[in-house]
């Protein structure tokens, strides 16, 4: 099985552009946990988790009573947390591998990229996996 087949086509995303709080917004409306980052071609640059804000934010609680820190820290970009070594993979990768890298780099998802551009073209989650194992068995 190759991820392609598992992996959940057109993501949603977040662009370079976007500020913190936006991110935040997106992944709170969308109910969702891993949030590619792609810049204004298209192409995959990062990736932030909700691991990562909670990273981001628990340092802003300390400073709770410092409300323009936290407004800037809210308005900072994206980019200044986003993970950006990103590890991705191509729809033809077999679904093991994926699987191995996401317990090797306790990663719950991996972009999907077309390997000739890097355009974002999917991500496939542990919940896509368990999902395929389910349907396996």
Do not use: C
């Not at 994206?78 to 993970?83: D, E, V």
């Amino acid at each position: 099985m190759v991820v392609g087949e598992i992996m959940t086509a057109e993501p949603i995303f977040a662009t370079t552009e976007m500020s913190v709080e936006e991110v935040i917004e997106v992944l709170y409306e969308n109910d969702i946990r891993h949030l590619p980052i792609v810049d204004e071609d298209g192409d995959l640059v990062g990736i932030i988790s909700d691991r990562d804000l909670r990273s981001f934010a628990l340092p802003a609680l300390s400073e709770f009573d410092n409300r323009e820190a936290i407004n800037d820290a809210l308005a900072s970009s994206i980019t200044t947390i986003m993970t950006g070594d990103v590890i991705s993979v191509d729809v033809e990768t077999d679904v093991s591998e994926v699987i191995d890298l996401m317990i090797q780099t306790r990663a719950g998802a991996v972009p999907v990229v077309d390997q000739d551009t890097q355009e974002l073209v999917g991500i496939v989650s542990y919940i896509d996996v368990l999902k395929a194992l389910r349907d396996a068995l």
